[in-house]
């Protein structure tokens, strides 16, 4: 068998002449000498498209090229099953919690979790019990889930959902997160979207350290197409027929073969040379921490600061202490080409990956010091994210709230009612209110300040005046 089965038939595939007559509608003609129809406007766009049905597999996945991949990858990171996804880790978490839940019964998930879970609640129409990560006690960020928030929960839930690597890049002790679930016979998923580099670092990915469910996005931290993920799992708790049947309820009829192959070219690379590689540029970000722990009042997140690992990968930064503005910062890193992963008053968040140059992480080390530096002002107290300690009252499960007849009125005048939508600052793309949970004063007042720096998503009023709440009887 080939060790990247998709990868090899893709190629074959797009070599082949052929003039299909059957989708997809561009047929495969863009990647061909003679452009086709439209070449101006859609050649590059589509040019290297080639499905997984009657493309890189015949009609009737005879050669069974995806399945062979997904093995290899459940393998390369110590799980007994892996699914591809082209819908993201949100897909991903759609298809963990599907798994794991239950209509009308509880399920402890991480309130500090992406707002893909909420999407899952409202198709699983589970009850959420909230737990939460620690909050360091200075910066006032999650630093990591413990085990006590698992041995704590009072109700008989089915399953532990937490998130790790957080958005700013705080890892949780997932072996001890593991255990305290085992004890209570219960699976763990851990949504490791940020984190798909870690399944390549001995004794660092969910999988190895025996998480039932991992979800990871290939292309966050790795060198997947946009939009490609992988939902793993270990056999016991959970049955591969569940998951493969939430992949199956979520996924489309007609996947790009070539998205596929991304998945399947990613994990050949990291296991040829990819940890050496992940060491260089891990190296590259330490020297590009020190750097920065030089300029005046700046706090670089790391392992000794924050309390907890943090993703070697990222660079994470305060700036009360310099005075200067993240939102500033961040829309010159854009201009300047540089666009960080998220970036708010007080904190920067910069990915690195595999992709990266380690020459070019060290030199953007000094470039970022100039700009917090050519930015100074008066240092601040910290005034984190309001994300990062909701402590909602959930009045109806997220699906009944969902469901409900809703009415619209303003959301200065909404506090005491019950949300029948989710207002979620992106990033980090953690819900401030979501659909079931009481509006309070607390809520109201976090919209409005996020919406005046940022992105508020996925509320169906974008000027934010307005509020769709939830009809109670
Ligand atoms: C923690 C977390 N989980 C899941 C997702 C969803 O990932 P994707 O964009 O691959 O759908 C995100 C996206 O930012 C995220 O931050």
Known sequence: MSRTPLVDAWRRALATKRRPMQVPGHKMRYAQDAPGWAADLVGDTVGGDVPLQGGVDDNAFTNKYLDQAEALWADAVGADHSRFLLGGSSQGNIAALGTVADIDVPIAIDRTSHRSTQAALVISGARPVWIYPRLHPDFHLPIGMEASSITDVTEDVNGFFATSPSYIGTISDVASLVAAARARKQPLIIDQAWGAHLDFLP???????????????????????????????????????????WVDLTTTTSPSGTLFATIDGTRAAMERDGQARLELIAEAVADARRRLARVSGLVVLDDVNAGCRVDPLKLTLLLPGTGADGVALGAALFDMGHGPESADRDTLVLTATVADEPEWIIEFGEVLAALVESNRGEPRPASPLAVWRVEPEVVVTPRQAFFSDRRRMRLADAVGEVSAEQFCPYPPGVPLLAPGERVTQESVDAIIAAGKVGRVAYSSDPTLETIEVIEQL
Not at 225 to 245: E, F, I, K, N, P
């Open 203 to 245: 004794g660092m990915g969910a999988m190895s350290l025996g998480a039932d469910i991992s979800v990871t996005s290939v292309h966050k931290a790795l060198l997947g197409y946009s939009s490609t993920a992988v939902v793993s799992m270990h056999d016991g708790l959970v049955a591969r027929t569940t998951l493969d049947r």
